[in-house]
């Protein structure tokens, strides 16, 4: 709001210095000629147009207006980004749960390249992955958001994971693997054949598009806006009572991922894909 005020305040400065400028024009015109009118004439009707435009200006400082849509600065388009998928992988591994026993973890990797070809703005890019769920095995929730594992990936499965967001300079490149855990309490409800989308996050614009989770080149174009939460399906997959408060809390990503619970196809009471 103080921006706001700013301006009007701003703008009913201009409009009445506009005024006393009009006002003395008119006065020096009358003055030079006896017979010119000092009121009906057009830079006393310029000057009284200012006047009221300023004291509008000022009234809109006081009352908080927000800023007229061309006065407001133009948001940043989504930059114009590429992800070449080179290869995915699904793979089985086992990490250490909080009470000390091994627990299996599915995870899923991606080898990509990240390239930007803008030539002044730069992105800093977060990328997640949701994947199908059977429609209607956890009510209106369609897919299932995948963190980024929190623990050691054991050496032996030669996965490096990118660090994210991802900074890329105008017209630079990024290139390594995409690491995800698919929640355990989510391995009986994905849908076969294994499907999914990675969505592009940038945080300089807070944009974010979505791809298919496929090999291939996928570049601006081909991108879909995505609005930032797992699909949500028709009412005619309405969840049971007890589920109700799990569908309403998976609609948005987890912005730090945590760990899945213990017990792989228990769901925690916060519901999936909670976000930490």
């Not at 706001?4 to 400065?13: A, I, P, S, T, V």
């Not at 749960?97 to 730069?122: H, I, W």
């Not at 974010?208 to 797992?230: F, K, L, Y």
């Not at 998976?250 to 213990?262: F, G, I, K, R």
């Amino acid at each position: 709001m103080r921006s706001h005020r700013e301006f009007w305040l701003w703008l009913g400065g201009l409009f009445l210095t506009l005024f006393a400028l009009f006002t003395a024009v008119a006065i020096a015109y009358f003055v030079k000629d006896k017979s010119y009118s000092l009121f009906l004439n057009g830079w006393m009707l310029a000057a009284l147009l200012s006047f009221v435009a300023a004291h509008a200006s000022f009234f809109g400082a006081i009352r908080s207006w927000p800023l007229p849509a061309a006065a407001r600065p133009a948001r940043p388009a989504f930059p114009a980004l590429e992800i070449e998928i080179h290869g995915a992988s699904t793979i089985e591994a086992q990490r250490e749960a909080d009470s000390g026993l091994a627990v299996t973890a599915r995870l899923r990797s991606f080898t990509v390249t990240l390239r930007s070809a803008e030539s002044e703005q730069r992105a800093s890019v977060t990328v997640l992955l949701y994947v199908k769920l059977v429609p209607g095995s956890w009510g209106r929730v369609g897919e299932a958001v995948c963190p980024v594992p929190d623990w050691s990936l054991p050496p032996s499965l030669s996965l490096h994971p990118m660090p994210m967001p991802v900074d890329l300079q105008p017209g630079g490149r990024a290139s390594g693997q995409l690491v995800y855990e698919i929640p355990g309490y989510y391995l009986d409800k994905l849908a076969e054949p294994a499907r999914g989308r990675l969505e592009l996050w940038d945080h300089v614009t807070d944009q974010r598009m979505t791809v298919p989770a496929e090999i291939g080149s996928h570049d601006r174009p081909a991108m879909v806006p995505s609005s930032g939460s797992a699909e949500i399906l028709g009412p005619e997959y309405e969840s049971q009572p007890d589920q109700q408060s799990d569908v309403t809390a998976s609609l948005s990503p987890p912005a730090q991922p945590s760990a899945p619970p213990d017990q792989p196809h228990t769901p925690p009471a916060s519901g999936p894909g909670r976000p930490a």
